[in-house]
């Protein structure tokens, strides 16, 4: 066994691609509810929901990337993310496993300030022949888009 | 040792609080020795607890101050100004340490050397004082007096004093460990009013195998007796009456030393009756329980989730006709009620955790300002959400720092105006409905509103056209903008450019609100309402669209019908006449987002309130009352105006509270 280390992350699909959080940062993964809408928000947050008696806001990933939106399907999942105190959830196309991505096989993401997908990546890690991109939980709560 | 750490801190604070208010009780009657003896108990005990959890700094300066207040109440040091302010440094350093302790876990490596020096040479400067000094007695005298005056005045209460000498076994090991076992036992029992050692040097093994104590109990002889007997290692026990001087003296036939002893000793215990009942004041330790935040927030939860699911069959009590499920409803409305009103009260605190630490704070402002103040205090007593008596503080301290600094003048000041030399400042504080009210008053300067209106020309808050109409009323507001400040200097204690907006925003922050009346010469009044608690409250809940909104009862006044006609508008707003007043109309759906419908004959309106001002809220129907639960929105959506919170509906579904505040 090579003595690299390893670290867990939740993987989930946006349009083609797939992407990854840090374990740490995910407390559960929940399917769409309904939400209320909070006026004169951002548009990349869609709104409210009620998880289990919290009030938890939800943030549209795709919108949140600069991507193209997409209707909410039976395959859609809220990705319930955690970073300090702040808990929010996150709406992705479908959720995927868990995996297990080295340290090593995890590349600095080129820097492109002007990308919001770029913007918002710590890493991109491979897993054979897959790339997954690790977001950076931190960058994905700042409120302008 | 950590699960003692909380205990240890929980108590200390209440030590220092005691010690607090002691010193402040002492500044103002040096002479009154029974609170020296307090106060020395206090240390001790603080002095015994840092000790056993190895603070060795905590325990070298609480011995220091031991050492200095043994010496006040030996009358080998006068008590003066100056020792009080180093006891106030004392305190302050020690409560520092127990921030320290509390945030860290451990002991802050400073050994508060000057302190300790300044105490010492206090210490030491009372005992090459003590020959020189005429008027006091030789030390053993005193004592002697003082100690058969606190006997007397037990046996006049029917208690007994009881003289016991004790042997401890040649092979006691740890001869102060097993004293302090002993004095711990008696203390359980009744008073150590004497020591031959002292104290003190018991705790340092200074002595040999015998020591011997004065104790005042209602226990009988025997009983003491077995107590003792049943601690290990100790040799021998006696025990003997003590008769109090007055008797034995009567015996004696040295007339005028007896004499001239009861005459002192009457006049000793009068006004010592008199500092008992101070000290009594001072002492009333509230019998309280302590309970971990997270547990009672929990037993919160579950009322909610009572309401939430109350509410839920409410719901379904529509659709089904059972009385019975009516029946069920109304029981459990009641039990919800019951609880949410059991578990608000053990959430409850006296506002004194928050007032107590006022009285030192207007001591030292107003020595540094050279002014005289007097503080007032009323219901302390009043209770308050315990999340309140965290976000009130700095308020409150805030506003205390401007009356100081800014409303009460110098006492010379204040004599050519025809006023008491002394400033008061009053804090009162009462329960007002679903609100606490609380009112800081003085009778300082008040406020120069044609100052207030030259300031606010000059940061461009107001236009000068504006300023010739405006009311005093309106000028109270602008003391409320950002960055507002009249003082005319920067002082250390105010005016840092940071004002009454800052006030404003921490009260509004917790659903509250804040007044200002002032009268030129006469004072300042501060009104903040806050609400009795922040989690459960009552709202009307409206439709706008499809969407539910909920507004909270506490700042509705009406609910009204506005017919499109009675709507005027001047520059894009509209208005309306309401009880011969105009008032701002909001329509609440543009202001969603929700883009305004064609225009109606009539519209249904809720009439709000923000403190004095008024507005109209359109909207487009009306659901009901309903208790709810407030969820907080969360830091991440901090940004997001108009909202105080969200709730859980009946059916599950979130629903917003307006922030009628922010919409006024």
């Given at each position: 066994m090579a003595s690299t280390i390893q670290s867990k992350y939740v993987t989930f699909k946006l349009g083609k691609e797939y992407y990854g959080l840090p374990i740490e940062n995910v407390l559960s993964i929940e399917k769409p509810s309904k939400t209320t809408r909070i006026p004169?928000?951002?548009?990349?947050?869609?709104g409210l929901i009620n998880l289990r008696g919290d009030v938890i806001p939800v943030v549209d990933l795709r919108t949140k990337l600069g991507m193209e939106k997409k209707q909410v399907d039976k395959d859609s999942r809220i990705i319930i993310m955690k970073e300090k105190e702040n808990i929010v959830g996150l709406i992705v196309d479908s959720s995927k496993e868990v995996l297990d991505i080295d340290e090593e096989d995890i590349d600095k993401p080129p820097t492109d300030e002007t990308n919001a997908i770029i913007d918002c990546i710590s890493g991109i890690g491979k897993k054979g022949e897959r790339l997954i991109f690790i977001l950076n939980s931190l960058k994905l709560l700042e409120i302008r888009s | 040792m950590s699960q003692y750490l909380n205990l240890f801190i929980e108590e200390s604070n209440e030590h220092l609080q005691n010690m607090n208010d002691i010193l402040l009780e002492l500044e103002k009657d040096t002479e009154n020795i029974s609170l020296v003896n307090e106060l020395f108990r206090v240390a001790h005990t603080l002095k015994g607890m840092s000790g056993t959890m190895g603070f060795t700094n905590m325990a070298d300066l609480t011995h220091e101050m031991e050492s200095v207040l043994d010496g006040v109440r030996n009358n080998r040091i006068h008590l003066n100004e100056n020792i009080i302010d180093v006891l106030f440094e004392c305190f302050d350093t020690l409560d520092e340490m127990v921030s320290y302790i509390v945030e860290n876990g451990k002991e802050f490596e400073d050994n508060n050397k000057e302190l300790i020096e300044k105490l010492r040479e206090i210490a030491g400067g009372g005992k090459t004082s003590k020959t020189t000094n005429s008027h006091t007695k030789t030390q053993s005298n005193y004592l002697d007096s003082y100690v058969l005056n606190v006997i007397e005045e037990a046996q006049n209460r029917g208690l007994n004093a009881y003289n016991i000498s004790i042997t401890l076994s040649p092979d006691c090991m740890l001869k102060s460990a097993r004293a302090f076992v002993i004095v711990n036992t008696l203390d359980a029992i009744g008073?150590?009013?004497?020591?031959n050692p002292s104290t003190e040097d018991i705790e340092d093994e200074q002595f040999d195998l015998e020591f011997s104590l004065i104790l005042i109990t209602s226990a009988e002889k025997d009983t003491l007796l077995e107590k003792l007997n049943n601690i290990s290692e100790v040799e021998h026990v006696e025990i003997e009456l003590v008769e109090s001087d007055k008797k034995k003296g009567e015996k004696e036939d040295d007339k005028n030393k007896n004499e001239s002893i009861a005459v002192k000793e009457d006049m000793q215990v009068d006004k010592k009756t008199d500092e008992k009942d101070k000290l009594s004041k001072v002492n009333k330790v509230t019998k309280t329980v302590r309970v971990d935040i997270d547990r009672l927030d929990n037993l919160m939860n579950l009322a909610s989730e009572l309401i939430i699911i109350k509410n839920r069959m409410e719901d379904l009590s529509g659709t089904s006709n059972k009385e019975d499920m009516v029946q069920a409803i109304e029981s459990l409305e009641r039990i919800t009620t019951n609880l949410h009103n059991a578990v608000m009260k053990v959430r409850m605190v006296p506002i004194e955790r928050v007032f107590n630490r006022f009285p030192r704070m207007v001591r030292d402002l107003s020595k540094e300002l050279n002014k005289k103040v007097k503080l007032n205090m009323y219901g302390e007593n009043t209770e308050v959400d315990r999340t309140v008596i965290d976000e009130i503080g700095d308020p409150l301290i805030h506003l205390i720092r401007n009356s100081l600094d800014h409303g009460i003048e110098y006492p010379q000041e204040r004599i050519k105006l025809g006023k008491s030399e002394e400033g008061n400042l009053t804090l009162k504080a009462y329960p007002d409905g679903n609100n606490v009210v609380i009112e800081i008053s003085d009778d300082?300067?008040?406020?120069d509103f044609e100052k207030v209106k030259k300031k606010s020309i000059e940061k461009g808050l107001i236009t000068e056209q504006e300023a010739e109409n405006i009311t005093e009323n309106e000028l109270v507001n602008v003391l409320f903008e950002?960055?507002?400040?009249?003082?005319d200097e920067i002082t250390e204690i105010s005016g840092r450019g940071v004002g009454l907006d800052v006030v404003k925003n921490k009260i509004e922050s917790i659903n509250g609100t804040i007044e200002l009346e002032s009268q030129r010469h006469r004072g300042t009044k501060f009104t903040i309402r806050i609400p009795l608690t922040l989690a459960i409250i009552q709202v009307l809940l409206v439709m706008l669209r499809d969407e539910i909104y909920a507004i909270p009862l506490s700042s509705i006044i009406e609910i009204i019908t506005v017919k499109k006609d009675n709507i005027r508008s001047i520059h894009e707003q509209e208005i309306m006449l309401y009880r011969g007043k105009t008032i701002p109309i909001v329509r609440l759906d543009k202001l969603m987002g929700l883009g305004s419908e064609e225009l109606l004959d009539e519209y249904v309106a809720v009439v709000v309130r923000k403190g004095e001002k008024l507005a109209v809220l359109l909207v487009d129907n009306l659901i009901g009352q309903q208790e709810i639960v407030i969820k907080p929105l969360g830091k991440y959506l901090s940004?997001?105006?108009?909202?105080?919170g969200a709730t859980i509906l009946g059916n599950g579904d979130v629903s917003l509270i307006l922030d009628v505040n922010s919409l006024v």
């Open positions: 004169n928000a951002p548009d990349f947050i869609i | 008073d150590i009013v004497y020591s300082g300067s008040g406020i950002p960055g507002f400040s009249t003082s940004f997001i105006k108009h909202f105080s």
